[in-house]
C-alpha cells in the first residue's frame, strides 16, 4: 500500500464516515490541532527520555504524557465523526479522565510555590515545551468550542482540552521548580 492517495489533491479530506470535507473544514482543523498538540506532547517524552537526569517529577510526567496521547486519540477519532452519521467511536473522554487532569493538577500546584504574578513562557526545555502545549491546547479548544457552534460536539471534549492546558501551565511550574529554573515574572513595559 502507497503512503499517498492522491484523493486529498483537490483540497478535501475524508472523515471517519466516509463523508467528504474541505480540509479547512472547522472539523478538520479541530482534530488536526489536537493531532499536533498529541505530536508536540511526543516532543517533550522525547526531550525526558534522553535526559539521563530528569528531575524525578519530570520523568513522572512523561507516562502521564503517554496517557494522554491515548486520550488525545481518542478524542481526535470522535472529532473526524460527524454526529449526523450515526456512526460512533465511543465517548473519547470521560468525567473520571477530567477528574484525572484536575488530580494531577492540584498536585503539581501543591508543589510549587504560590503564584503571585503572570510568568513569562520560558525556563527549562521541559517547561518552555509545555508552554507550547498549553498555546496549541487553548487552539484547539477554540477551534472545538467554533465547531461546537455548527454542530454537536460533546460537552466533554471541551472540558478535557481546557483542563488539559491547565495541567500544562501547572507542570510548566512543577518542571521549571524541579530543575531549580527560576520563573520569569512578567513585566509590563520592560
Known amino acids: 500500500m502507497k503512503l499517498y492517495t492522491k484523493t486529498g489533491d483537490d483540497g478535501g479530506t475524508s472523515l471517519f464516515d466516509g463523508s467528504r470535507v474541505r480540509k479547512d473544514h472547522v472539523r478538520v482543523a479541530s482534530y488536526g490541532d489536537v493531532d499536533e498538540l498529541n505530536s508536540q506532547i511526543g516532543v517533550i517524552r522525547a526531550i525526558v527520555a534522553e535526559s539521563a ?25 470522535e472529532l473526524a465523526t460527524p454526529p449526523a452519521s450515526g456512526k460512533t467511536v465511543g465517548a473519547a473522554v470521560t468525567a473520571e479522565d477530567i477528574a ?3 488530580g494531577l493538577i492540584d498536585a503539581a500546584c501543591a508543589a510549587v510555590p504560590p503564584l503571585k504574578t503572570f510568568v513569562l ?3 527549562s526545555r521541559v517547561a518552555a515545551q509545555l508552554h507550547v502545549c498549553r498555546t496549541v491546547s487553548r487552539r484547539a479548544e477554540r477551534n472545538v468550542v467554533h465547531l461546537a457552534g455548527i454542530e454537536a460536539v460533546g460537552e466533554l471534549v471541551i472540558i478535557y482540552l481546557n483542563r488539559l492546558s491547565d495541567l500544562f501551565f501547572a507542570w510548566s511550574r512543577l518542571a521549571n521548580h524541579a530543575a531549580g529554573a527560576a520563573e520569569e515574572p512578567w513585566h509590563p513595559n520592560a
Do not use: N, T, Y
Open 121 to 123: 513562557p520560558a525556563g
Open 53 to 77: 537526569d530528569a528531575p524525578k517529577a519530570v520523568a513522572e510526567m512523561a507516562g502521564q504524557l503517554r496517557r494522554i496521547q491515548s486520550d488525545l486519540f481518542a478524542l481526535g477519532a
Open 100 to 102: 484525572r487532569l484536575e
